[in-house]
């Protein structure tokens, strides 16, 4: 069965760190493409970045350049969001997605068909 499952989620002050972690069960991470997206409450999904097979990196929220960053680690199966100078804004809950294509581009990343599998989300709270 083919799955991702996202951790590392909790809350937060702001100003602080946290890393997600996205590991892939039932198949490898190795030719697909990895997104990152969030949806805080009463808000549409926003996608964050995306890093592609071959580790290049795309940002899609203006609002995380210089702040998050992506990773990815084939031999763990697993992608990384390493998010800093966590904001009260960055509250929602995150996402994971994967594609066998590109990252998306970002007139279509919005489109929920743009990635084949997903995981169910990670919660992340940032608030003092």
């Known amino acids: 069965q083919l799955q991702l499952v996202e951790s590392g989620g909790g809350l937060v002050q702001p100003g602080g760190s946290l890393r997600l972690s996205c590991v892939a069960s039932?198949?490898?991470?190795?030719?697909?493409?990895i997104g990152w997206f969030r949806q805080a409450p009463g808000k549409e999904r926003e996608a964050v970045k995306c890093?592609?097979?071959?580790?290049?990196?795309?940002t899609y929220a203006d609002s995380v350049k210089g702040r998050f960053t992506i990773s990815r680690d084939n031999a763990r199966n697993t992608v990384y969001l390493e998010m800093n100078s966590l904001k009260p804004e960055d509250t929602a809950v995150y996402y994971c997605?994967?594609?066998?294509?590109?990252?998306?581009?970002?007139?279509?990343?919005?489109?929920?068909?743009?990635?084949?599998?997903w995981g169910k989300g990670t919660l992340v709270t940032v608030s003092s």
């Open positions: 890093i592609s097979h071959n580790g290049g990196a795309t």
């Open positions: 997605a994967a594609t066998d294509r590109m990252c998306p581009t970002r007139q279509l990343v919005a489109d929920y068909s743009a990635m084949d599998y």
């Open positions: 039932g198949f490898s991470l190795d030719y697909y493409a």
